[in-house]
């Protein structure tokens, strides 16, 4: 993930510049450009050639703003997360009533952490 997103910020660096300069098409990013904004944040990209030539194989010919909105309309179609279950298990109501024992256990464990941190300094324990 951390060099699909490397890539990113090197294609809308280069769509920028080219922007400013009239136009010009953006150049694709080279390996040289991903290492060095992984190199940059300090994120480990040593032994993952394999990885990064699988992923420029992938992306060669492809543009990614198509690559995107192919993305953006395959995950309208996903559901996401607990919401999306207590639907499909009873509809609203059985996702109100998930959300308030969300509530609950919440309100519960800040009390738990609360008694926690009170403490007496004449106990024996």
Do not use: C, H, W
């Not at 990113?8 to 920028?16: F, K, N, P």
């Amino acid at each position: 993930m951390k060099f699909v997103a490397a890539y990113l910020l090197a294609y809308l660096g280069a769509a920028e510049s080219a922007a400013a300069v009239a136009e010009v098409p953006a150049a694709a990013p080279t390996k040289e450009d991903v290492l060095r904004i992984l190199a940059s944040v300090g994120a480990d990209a040593e032994g993952a050639e394999d990885r990064l030539d699988m992923l420029f194989a992938q992306l060669e010919g492809k543009d990614v703003a198509d690559l995107l909105a192919a993305g953006r309309e395959q995950l309208a179609y996903a559901p996401s997360g607990a919401s999306a279950a207590a639907f499909a298990a009873g509809g609203p109501a059985a996702a109100a009533a998930a959300d308030e024992a969300a509530a609950k256990e919440q309100e519960k464990e800040e009390e738990g952490e609360e008694d926690e941190l009170v403490f007496n300094l004449f106990d024996e324990e």
